[in-house]
């Protein structure tokens, strides 16, 4: 599996593996598909909907 970073868009993170997908889902990124998941980084998307950036990383970095 590619290393997944919080630097990386939401679009880049499923190309590379798209079992991240239901963690993204569960922690409430609904909108996967949106505009926004192509430029926005995996941190800028957790900022905006009020989620601990390294909470995510560490569910990320369980799979």
Do not use: W
Request: charged share 20%; net charge negative.
């Amino acid at each position: 599996m590619a290393q997944i970073t919080k630097e990386m868009t939401i679009g880049e993170i499923l190309r590379a593996n798209p079992e991240v997908a239901p963690i993204l889902m569960e922690a409430g990124m609904h909108c996967l598909g949106c505009p926004s998941a192509q430029g926005e980084s995996l941190e800028e998307a957790a900022m905006v909907h009020g989620m601990d950036i390294e909470d995510l990383m560490s569910k990320i970095a369980a799979l």
